[in-house]
């Protein structure tokens, strides 16, 4: 499926803002990098023109996304390709001088293969050393009916997160000093509960808002789901070693579809429409426990990169500099060791 416009650098250039606060440093802990998406590639030099759009992003967290995995070899091993594409295109982001830094990535590994966890672990840190903070194995789970509605139907098992084997994958994950982080569904927020409950010496990040669905039999349904989905972050915040990335929101699959619209949204629009997911979130976990992510380039098919940020800044406006500084960099450098 290709859902990008003719020209998606003429469309989303429809709409110019002023950069807000422009000197405030960002660490943007999410963002993905493809030799090709959908038929376009996203890789440094594509980033590269997001992150010098107008503000001050000082590094960037690479999270893994099934790019350039070795073709052969065991499959346990073939996640490594990965880490090896990254690092390359790090290097060429610093020999270039092309901007932000690449400070960190967040790999793949199956946790649930416990008898080479270890191994793979270790074959990651061999390559990328300190580079390497953690590991991403997603739990999303979509419902087989609605999965014909979704650009990026998860495919985990439906108890992942229960399993022994990845409990105990995710448990080695903290001992070893690494961060777990996951995408899932918002109706998977009970089952992370319970697995940040099982797991409570691992941190844990919660990407994209357990992402609330919009589509196939989830659409038009945010104000009916909206008030379970608030419950269980809630609950979710009392388990003190996770961690939220507020971010993800303009993918398709969320059901705000700017991406079929003539132009992409302001910042405005954009608070407007998600700013009550944000509100929530941060009222139960507070700026220490939240982070701004970009989710480039996935919610690039929705709004610019400069329009995400200045959006983030609206909403985060009457906060304390504190609040502030962990919301843009200060909770990734402590959760990313950076």
Not at 25 to 45: A, C, K, R, S, T
Not at 259 to 273: F, G, N, R
Request: glycine fraction near 8%; include cysteine.
């Amino acid at each position: 499926m290709n859902i990008f416009h003719e020209d998606q650098a003429a469309w989303l250039a429809q709409v110019e803002e002023a950069i807000i606060d422009p000197d405030r440093e960002i660490i943007d802990p999410h963002h993905h990098l493809w030799p090709e998406l959908m038929g376009q590639p996203y890789n440094v030099d594509e980033f590269a023109a997001d992150t010098n759009s107008g503000h001050n992003i000082v590094g960037t967290v690479f999270m893994e996304c099934s790019a350039s995995y070795r073709q052969d070899g065991p499959e346990h091993e073939r996640p490594l390709g990965e880490t090896e594409y990254v690092l390359a295109q790090a290097e060429r982001i610093r020999e270039q001088h092309l901007g932000a830094p690449i400070l960190g990535m967040v790999g793949h590994v199956d946790l649930r293969r416990t008898d080479v966890l270890d191994e793979v672990l270790d074959q990651h840190l061999a390559l990328a050393g300190d580079f390497f903070k953690g590991i991403r194995h997603a739990g999303a789970c979509a419902p087989p009916a609605d999965r014909e509605h979704m650009l990026i139907p998860g495919d985990a098992d439906e108890d992942l997160y229960a399993q022994r084997s990845f409990r105990e994958g995710v448990r080695r994950l903290g001992q070893r000093g690494l961060s777990y982080d996951t995408w899932q569904y918002h109706y998977q927020l009970k089952d992370f509960i319970a697995l940040a409950q099982a797991c409570p010496d691992t941190v844990l990040v919660l990407d994209h808002f357990s992402t609330p669905l919009g589509v196939g039999s989830f659409a038009g349904r945010h104000k009916e789901l909206f008030p379970q989905w608030q419950q269980e972050v809630r609950l979710l915040a009392a388990c003190p070693n996770v961690f939220l990335k507020l971010g993800g929101l303009a993918m398709p699959d969320n059901g705000f579809p700017w991406h079929l619209a003539e132009q992409p949204p302001t910042s405005d629009e954009v608070i407007d429409a998600q700013g009550d997911w944000y509100r929530h979130a941060l009222d139960c976990f507070g700026a220490e426990r939240c982070m701004f992510e970009s989710n480039f380039p996935v919610d690039r098919l929705s709004l610019s990169y400069a329009v995400y940020y200045n959006a983030m800044k609206k909403l985060s406006a009457e906060g304390s500099e504190a609040e502030k500084d962990a919301l843009f960099a200060g909770t990734a450098r402590r959760v990313y060791r950076l």
